[in-house]
């Protein structure tokens, strides 16, 4: 088996250490290494994931053409201020995602203004839930749920934008996660031509899932490293 270079930046010392207790010798580069089985995480140029999705738009957009279903959304200005009109709360985005910090509440309703220099915008659909599926070569292989910090528990009444460890939001992988989102997950995955991903999907309070996102650099826990460390040992066997 070959060596494994992971091709990425941050967040993969986890990764590392689940390839050293399997003896299985492992670097970071940012760049394609020769004699490596390359992992492109969160960027380009891998044997897996040799091609990154450009930005959360062309993402979404991906899904859409693919039949998925995904935070309703729109493109203009124009469009963005109909819906605001019409009483919609929305997210305000950036097609350069910035682990949330570019996101944005408005809503006529809560009296925040629509505003031009964003890149796109999605309606806020009230979650009930929201999960976290990875998958590889087209399966999911660990899927988690959303818990808040302060109560443990996947659901809290609305307002925080993104759900993650810097707005009170943590990964739980001890809960079950429905079969619907999971294969929901894998199509979108598929949608983004990715060999991997950290899928996120929301439940709504009417009980329909929706894709947010696919995450080519997910987070990695402990327990989620190694879970990556053994499909990616596997695949690079394979090569």
Not at 44 to 58: A, E, F, Q, T, Y
Not at 142 to 148: A, C, D, E, T
Not at 173 to 202: H, M, N, Q
Request: hydrophobic fraction near 35%.
């Amino acid at each position: 088996m070959k060596p494994i270079c992971m091709i990425g930046r941050g967040g993969l010392k986890p990764l590392i250490r689940a390839f050293q207790a399997r003896n299985v010798e492992a670097i970071i580069s940012q760049t394609r290494q020769p004699g490596y089985f390359n992992v492109g995480w969160g960027w380009s140029g891998g044997d897996v994931n040799r091609h990154i999705p450009p930005n959360k738009l062309w993402e979404l957009q991906q899904m859409q053409q693919a039949r998925l279903r995904i935070v309703p959304l729109v493109e203009t200005y124009e469009d963005a201020m109909k819906l605001w009109r019409a009483g919609k709360t929305l997210y305000q985005r950036n097609t350069n995602h910035q682990c949330g910090t570019d996101v944005k509440l408005v809503g006529k309703d809560i009296g925040l203004p629509v505003e031009h220099h964003y890149g796109f915008w999605t309606v806020a659909v009230p979650r009930r839930k929201e999960f976290r599926v990875h998958v590889w070569n087209g399966t999911a292989f660990r899927s988690g749920i959303k818990i808040n910090k302060e109560t443990g528990q996947p659901n809290k009444p609305d307002g925080v934008p993104v759900w993650n460890e810097e707005t009170g939001w943590v990964l739980s992988y001890g809960r079950e996660v429905p079969t619907e989102a999971k294969r929901l997950a894998e199509k979108a995955t598929k949608a983004c031509v990715l060999d991997f991903s950290g899928v996120d999907i929301i439940e709504s309070v009417d009980g329909d899932f929706y894709l947010l996102e696919t995450n080519t650099a997910p987070g990695l826990g402990p327990e989620t490293a190694a879970a990556y460390a053994e499909q990616i040992i596997t695949a690079a066997k394979e090569r």
